[in-house]
């Protein structure tokens, strides 16, 4: 029911697609045509992959007009990417499509990760543009923008949806979590997820969320960096002139979908409170750029602004050490001069980068030197633009 941006951009050669669970790996694979399809998910293949990865030359053996290989959720037999780089070095015309949704089981048991051979793209959540005409952006806050979700809400079925987020949580803990064995504790790494769920589009103080969920300061580290690795959430770091302070200063959590957000907070029967709204539109508005910065191979460094006075400018976009953009996001359309402070604040040290907000506006408008867009009409210009 959507096309997707990658549908249109896929690698002739051989790729990596990595994404969370449900964004639509499988269903843009099957797309690709006359390929050898092998399917990690199930148990069968699994066994059979794990006891012999040589397996997959003998398909290849028996099928010698295919050319191209898909292999859905590579990360569950990493043993089978020495046979792919042996039959992909010995046979350049061979094309390998491996999917996954966690890179973290592939390096942490020092899987062959091809040495760079090979590309590696990353698929998201629906966009904005990849819903088109159907966007509502109350819905995408609410409810998230993951494929299945997004159907069930064009059908008119909202209980539909909000059963299917809340299921994915629970398969979130249990496949990946707790049957890959990331974690021992699959009770502390449930209070960390609900302290990490009420602190999102927050600068995360790692020792309080230590004491809140009550384990120790290295595993909340940990914790977050399986989040990461999953591809459940990533950190947006601070701007600052160099690395090592930018290390030193507390990072924001962002997750990957507006809806496993609430789903994880257990917050969908009811609708986002003013202030739950705001945190959402600027996660949402993140997540965009994000998506637009993997998809258009953009090479931006995002991150946000914020001095020890608490001012504070939510994205910063920087490509080639020069930033291009910086950006407010406020969830209502009502924008004085008022809530440009920190925008205000950083123009005064980073003079002629751009000021932009991003907010429901019905039609663009300037207050000084700050340029107000609607958030679509904003992520079209930064695709254009910038």
Not at 32 to 61: G, M, T, Y
Not at 209 to 221: D, F, H, L, N, P
């Amino acid at each position: 029911m959507f096309t997707r941006t990658l549908s249109r951009a896929l690698p002739k050669s051989s790729f990596f697609l990595f994404g969370p669970r449900q964004v639509g790996k499988t269903t843009l694979l099957e797309g690709v045509p006359d390929a050898i399809r092998i399917d990690l998910l199930d148990p069968d293949e699994q066994l059979a992959f794990n006891k012999s990865p040589n397996l997959l030359r003998e398909r290849l053996s028996a099928a010698p007009q295919r050319r191209t290989v898909v292999i859905d959720e590579i990360q569950r037999v990493p043993r089978l990417l020495d046979v792919v780089q042996s039959l992909f070095d010995h046979d350049r015309s061979l094309r390998f499509i491996m999917s996954g949704s966690s890179a973290r089981k592939l390096r942490s048991g020092q899987a062959n990760l091809l040495g760079g051979r090979i590309r590696t793209l990353n698929l998201h959540p629906l966009t904005a543009a990849e819903i088109g005409g159907a966007f509502r952006l109350d819905q995408a806050l609410t409810y998230g923008t993951l494929p299945r979700v997004a159907i069930e809400l064009g059908a008119g079925s909202h209980e539909e949806a909000r059963a299917i987020l809340k299921a994915y949580v629970t398969m979130y803990l249990r496949e990946e979590i707790k049957a890959e064995a990331l974690v021992r504790s699959l009770h502390g790494f449930q209070n960390f997820l609900d302290v990490a769920a009420a602190q999102f589009a927050e600068q995360v103080n790692f020792s309080a969320v230590s004491r809140e969920c009550q384990v120790a300061y290295a595993t909340v580290r940990e914790f977050y960096s399986i989040l990461e690795d999953t591809l459940v959430g990533f950190f947006l770091k601070p701007h600052a002139r160099s690395e090592r302070k930018r290390m030193s200063l507390a990072p924001k959590f962002y997750f990957f979908d507006n809806g496993v957000t609430r789903a994880a907070l257990h917050a969908l029967p009811a609708a986002p409170n003013p202030a739950e709204r705001g945190r959402l539109f600027e996660q949402w508005f993140i997540q965009e750029v994000n998506r637009l910065n993997d998809y258009g191979d953009k090479d931006w460094m995002l991150s946000f602004w914020r001095t020890s006075h608490g001012a504070e400018v939510d994205l910063l976009i920087e490509r080639a050490g020069r930033i291009i953009a910086a950006f407010e996001s406020k969830s209502t359309p009502n924008i004085s001069a008022a809530d440009l402070s920190g925008l205000k604040a950083f123009s005064e040290t980073h003079a002629n980068v751009p000021l932009f907000v991003a907010a429901p506006v019905k039609a663009p408008r300037k207050i000084g030197d700050v340029t107000i867009l609607d958030p679509l009409e904003a992520l079209a210009m930064l695709e254009k633009r910038f």
